[in-house]
């Protein structure tokens, strides 16, 4: 049988990074507290990338959607204008 | 002994930098030398800038010359800022930090929910000190990151609350993610297709950004237009861009717990992270390289025979191979230490130790 460090080098080397990251996790209990820290280190900045990705996007999203609804009624206002004054015969509209 | 009163002697000659008192001012050398996880915060210092003779010496307990008491007085100010800075990340790790931390990954909300948010401090508390030590641009990025999250904890609620109401608006209620994970449950689709969704949702936003920050519908802009059928033809635009940010909006604020994991990793490949350390597969190491490695070092060791050697004489080569190899490694990848490369570090001295 083989140790769990000949199986992590084993996975290293032919499993995808994704298979390296699921055998730490499923693996955990079996590392002595040393290598634990460092699992639990790599998924934690993981997770704080991660976190911190989604919220910069999601205050990209919200200024996207801010933006996007100023242009909208700039648009809708001079829309309604140039309807007001075709109507008015003011500016004929074409 | 001899130590710790050159290092009280120093301190006091110093004045000014420890008005207070030695004391005042710990961990002493000799306080780093006792407590194991001091000592190895020391060892990995030591071992990060190539000073063997200072690991010799302080392994043998041999005496040190004054130029080398005052380099080990400079780590023992760095292993202090370690600690203290280590001790300022974790105090933001508040509960609800640590939420939405753990809500963006799966993987650590399994290793959390494994190991329980105190233990998962105490590692962290470790890991965290010896980032600082080996890879303080790193650490900074990381301790930057959680102090805005920590910040953004209030808004982020009114952000989503925000991008719901945005969502209503545009009457977009169940994100296309969440129909294709369906469609996943059912093997009717892979989910690359996921993957690619986000992806190309990410695409369209970053060319409505493009186009928002390009300044085309300035008010003057707006002005300048004077036809209603031009007029409506932009709002066309508007509509369809407002929608597919709502599609995407759903999808981020609707997303399943399955789900998080790849549209957080798409969302991740589009901010890349600053200051990010190794993959796993970039640090890629065979058994058969190890072994050769491993094969290599006793021979310069002038090892014949492993088995009859006593014990002490293992340890030593044991922690020999793990200094050659943090070194190796090192070299190799250049400033990417800590996490990924020190916990391949740890394996391989892991993997000396099954020796």
């Not at chain 2, 292993?79 to 609800?96: F, G």
């Not at chain 2, 790849?262 to 350390?277: M, R, S």
């Not at chain 2, 190796?328 to 990417?336: A, D, Q, S, T, V």
Request: hydrophobic share 35%.
């Amino acid at each position: 049988m083989e140790n769990i460090y000949e199986e992590f080098f084993k996975i290293l080397a032919e499993g995808s990074e994704e298979d390296v990251r699921n055998f730490l996790i499923e693996n955990f209990d079996k590392f002595p507290e040393d290598v634990k820290k460092d699992i639990v280190g790599i998924f934690f900045e993981e997770a704080v990338d991660l976190a911190y990705a989604t919220l910069k996007f999601k205050e990209r999203l919200l200024e996207t959607v801010i933006e996007l609804e100023k242009i909208k009624r700039a648009l809708e206002d001079r829309k309604r204008e140039l309807e007001l004054k075709k109507e008015l015969g003011i500016e004929p509209e074409e | 002994m001899v130590v710790e009163r050159f290092r009280r002697a120093q301190e006091q000659k110093k004045g000014g930098e420890y008005e207070q008192s030695p004391e005042a001012v710990p961990p002493s050398l000799a306080e780093i030398l006792k407590d194991p996880k001091l000592s190895e915060l020391l060892n990995l210092a030591l071992e990060k800038d190539n000073k063997q003779k200072l690991i010799e010496k302080l392994l043998k307990r041999e005496a040190f010359s004054e130029n080398e008491l005052e380099e080990l007085n400079n780590y023992r100010i760095l292993l202090k800022e370690a600690i203290d800075k280590s001790q300022e990340v974790l105090s933001l790790l508040t509960p609800e930090t640590i939420k939405i931390i753990v809500g963006s990954s799966n993987k650590f909300k399994k290793l959390v929910g494994t190991l329980g948010i105190e233990n998962t401090k105490k590692l962290l508390e470790v890991y965290l000190s010896r980032l600082y030590i080996v890879g303080k641009d790193r650490f900074d990025s990381l301790a930057e990151k959680i102090q805005q999250i920590k910040e953004a904890e209030r808004q982020l609620s009114n952000i989503d609350e925000q991008l719901k109401e945005a969502c209503r608006r545009y009457g977009i209620s169940e994100p296309e993610l969440g129909r294709l994970y369906e469609r996943i449950a059912k093997g009717e689709v892979k989910e690359d297709e996921i993957t690619n969704l986000v992806k190309r949702r990410l695409n369209i936003l970053q060319k409505i950004w493009d186009f928002l920050q390009g300044g085309t519908y300035s008010q003057k802009r707006v002005d300048e237009l004077n036809k209603i059928t031009e007029v409506q033809t932009h709002l066309n635009t508007i509509y369809d861009n407002l929608k597919e940010v709502g599609e995407m909006i759903a999808n981020v604020i609707y997303t399943t717990n399955g789900g998080i994991d790849i549209l957080n990793k798409a969302l991740w490949d589009e901010f890349k992270p600053l200051g990010q350390g190794l993959s796993f597969k970039e640090a890629f190491y065979s058994p058969e390289e190890l072994e050769e490695e491993w094969s290599e070092f006793l021979q310069e060791q002038k090892v014949t025979n492993w088995e009859q050697l006593e014990e002490e004489r293992k340890n030593e080569l044991k922690s020999g191979f793990k200094s050659r190899m943090r070194n190796k490694l090192g070299n190799k990848f250049g400033n990417k230490f800590g996490g990924v490369l020190d916990a391949l570090i740890n394996m391989v001295a892991g993997w000396a130790d099954s020796k």
